[in-house]
């Protein structure tokens, strides 16, 4: 027998080097050997090259959001090159491959002499030791790297700020599990299976057997007679020759036939064992047996945020430890992209941008830069719209601030300003003649609905003054806190929203069909059902009007003499809020309406009249600009006005303006 030496080692010793054990199967599985079965390495090769495909981006924390990083040290180290001879992509890919196979993923870290990253270098995992050293004292210790690397010469000790250390689910919190250690008999079991296909086809796809002779042979002839049958059949080219038995010799298989040992199944069922190990959805690994054209796109969404966002989480979560000092990880963070991998279908996609874009959180360019397309010309796409039924929800100032003196009623539009309706007067305003009629028609619809809403609302505030005045009371009375700001939430969002929408929603119905029949007659057109379109606009109306008195009276709890700031407040709202909503909508809703039938006819722009407000250096700004009936008279974030600005907090697709504000707007 040959003997094993550094030169010619047998396969046991390779093995034992090598790490790894032998499984039930009777196959050695180890980190390197585990890769030769495809399954597993097809999961692997996922999930790594996911991994690190996903942009990785060093980002600033802001007051309220967050921005690019890009002037620091970290940011081209993790999205392009971190070191001289690797992107970044090889690196996450190669520190992930190490963790999906050893349980560990260690890149080497390098800093210059102000402390700042410069290069990271993957190590061996196979060659890294953690070492941990407890102390007397609970909860200390010490933790050290003890890297050993007998190919180049290499042994250090290095300590945790050397080294980025990306791990997977551990028992110790210091190293995590070896896949291939805990799924080695399933893994034995899919390369068993391999290697008994692969003998079978060397067999010609039959089984082993015996030649029955009737007789008895001798030593020789019986060798003789078996290295001439394995020579005739043994392998692929050789199948299917026809075999010639002579004196009596018999051929009889043995074995079990690949059919009744299962054995497609068996490797089909360790295709789905490996996606079970590695948290994948089979179709991943290109097991497309159940995958169908309805679920593979939600299958591929839920691999994202399940199998794939927990390896996200840790790379960013290390990286934020180690990569970061302790007075940057309050400003600088890292994050991958994941946008890419979550888009849906492009109905889907379309449905979900039209959503995003109709309540008014994404603008026509950062659409298009979502679809990877220029923004639009002219800063046209940077124009946010909202729904006509959405205003900003006041602040606790103003609504504790009495509402301004009603603004003059307007002349009829006929009537010559200078008292002398014959005199060819050249100053006269032929905008004040056009579509006069239905402008005058929608005031006189607005303060019949206006002083119905004024009552209703009064009664809701008096109901409110009660409901809240006895809550109040049960906290004065020695009552809890918090048991207050609970029923208080629950008072408002459950009760009051819905007595508020019970209250509004036949006078808004009315109130919208009667303009809606005046403004379709300005431009001869039929009346649009707004039913849908009014139900939407009181319940957006109601919802901001809920978080805002909510949020104040939560906010008034919270002071020292609780009970009377309340009860004041409560009590400026019976005294003030109906008159102010009944204004504001006796303003906003005729408007709002007319917009939508108009746009509904056809009208591709509108025309911002001023008229109450004619004195206002803000309205008259406005006075006689022409939108498209899409486009905004004024965004928000802008200021406006003729001399004294005002900031918009708003956009203004229609008047009113501001409180007070009586403007108009008609068709262009």
């Given amino acids: 027998m040959p003997s094993s030496g550094p030169a010619t080692p047998e396969r046991w010793v390779e093995e034992w080097f090598s790490g790894g054990s032998a499984s039930s199967a009777g196959v050695w599985v180890s980190e390197e050997t585990a890769l030769h079965y495809a399954p597993y390495f097809a999961g692997v090769r996922v999930i790594a090259e996911d991994v690190a495909s996903l942009p990785l981006i060093t980002y600033e924390r802001l007051a309220r959001g967050k921005r690019r990083a890009s002037e ?68 200390k210790g010490k933790l050290m790297y003890r890297y050993d690397d007998p190919v180049n010469g290499i042994k250090a000790m290095l300590h945790p700020d050397e080294v980025l250390h990306i791990k997977g689910l551990g028992g110790d ?36 057997g015996v030649l029955k002779h009737p007789g008895r042979l001798s030593e020789g002839a019986s060798k003789r007679l078996k290295d001439d049958w394995e020579t005739m059949h043994r392998g692929l080219d050789q199948a299917h020759r026809v075999a010639i038995l002579e004196e009596g010799l018999e051929w009889q298989a043995l074995g079990i036939p690949p059919d009744d040992a299962q054995f497609l199944e068996t490797r089909k069922f360790q295709v789905t064992e490996m996606a079970r190990w590695l948290r994948l959805p089979p179709h991943k690994l290109a097991d497309l047996e159940r995958a169908t054209f309805s679920n593979i796109e939600h299958q591929a969404i839920d691999y994202v945020t399940s199998a794939l966002r927990i390896w996200l989480v840790r790379w960013e979560q290390a990286i934020g430890l180690r990569l970061l000092t302790d007075t940057e990880r309050p400003t600088y963070f890292a994050e991958h992209l994941v ?17 995003a874009r109709n309540w008014g959180w994404a603008s026509a360019d950062d659409i298009r830069e979502l679809e990877n397309q220029n923004p639009l010309p002219d800063g046209r796409g940077e124009v946010y719209l909202v729904p006509l039924n959405m205003k900003p929800a006041p602040t606790p100032e103003e609504a504790a601030t009495p509402p301004p003196a009603p603004a003059p009623p307007a002349p009829e539009p006929d009537e010559d300003p200078d008292g002398d309706p014959d005199d060819g007067d050249p100053e006269e305003d ?3 003649l056009r579509g006069a009629r239905g402008i005058e028609a929608r005031r006189e619809i607005a303060a019949v609905y206006a002083a119905r809403l004024l009552d209703v609302d009064r009664e809701l505030a008096e109901m409110e003054q009660t409901k809240v ?14 048991t207050f700001l609970a029923e208080l939430e629950e008072l408002y969002e459950g009760e009051i929203r819905q007595a508020t929408i019970d209250a509004w929603l036949p006078i808004f119905l009315e109130f919208a069909a ?26 957006s109306h109601v919802g901001y009007r809920i978080a805002s008195e909510l949020g ?23 005294e003030g809020r109906p008159e102010r909503i009944a204004r504001w909508q006796a303003a906003q809703l005729p408007n709002a309406v007319a917009r939508e039938v108009w746009k509904v006819a056809g009208v591709t722009s509108l025309k ?44 203004v697709q229609h008047p009113p303006l501001h409180p007070g504000c009586d403007c108009q707007i008609q068709p262009a």
């Fill in 339 to 355: 946008d890419a991998l979550l888009r849906g279908d492009t109905k889907s996609r379309y449905e979900a941008y039209a959503i």
């Fill in 72 to 139: 620091h040290p970290l940011y081209p180290l993790l999205h392009d090159q971190p070191n001289p001879y690797m992107t970044s992509v090889g690196l996450r890919e190669t520190l992930q491959g190490h963790v999906i196979t050893w349980g560990d993923g260690y890149a080497y870290i390098i800093r210059n002499n102000a402390g700042d990253v410069v290069e990271l270098w993957p190590l061996r995992p196979d060659r890294m030791h953690p070492e941990f050293t407890p102390s007397d004292r609970p909860g």
């Fill in 608 to 651: 911002w009249l001023t008229f109450g407000s004619d004195d206002c250096p803000f309205c008259s700004a406005l006075d006689g600009e022409v939108v498209g009936i899409d486009e905004a008279f004024a965004v928000a974030g802008s200021s406006l006005g003729l001399g004294e600005q005002m900031k918009i907090s708003r956009t």
């Fill in 514 to 539: 009667a303009i809606a029949e005046d403004a379709a007659a300005d431009v001869g057109a039929e009346v649009p059902d707004l039913d849908t379109w009014v139900h939407a606009y009181v319940a």
């Fill in 430 to 432: 032929p905008r004040r």
């Fill in 173 to 208: 919190g210091i190293r995590g599990y070896s896949v291939i250690g805990m799924a080695r008999q399933s893994l034995g079991l899919g390369v068993a299976a391999e290697v008994f296909g692969a003998r079978l086809f060397s067999n010609g796809a039959r089984p082993g």
């Fill in 469 to 482: 005045g006895a809550l109040v009371q049960a906290l004065a009375d020695g009552g809890s806190m918090s």
């Fill in 552 to 574: 104040q009276l939560t906010g008034l709890a919270g002071l020292a003499d609780a009970a009377a700031a309340l009860a004041e407040r409560l009590q400026a709202w019976v």
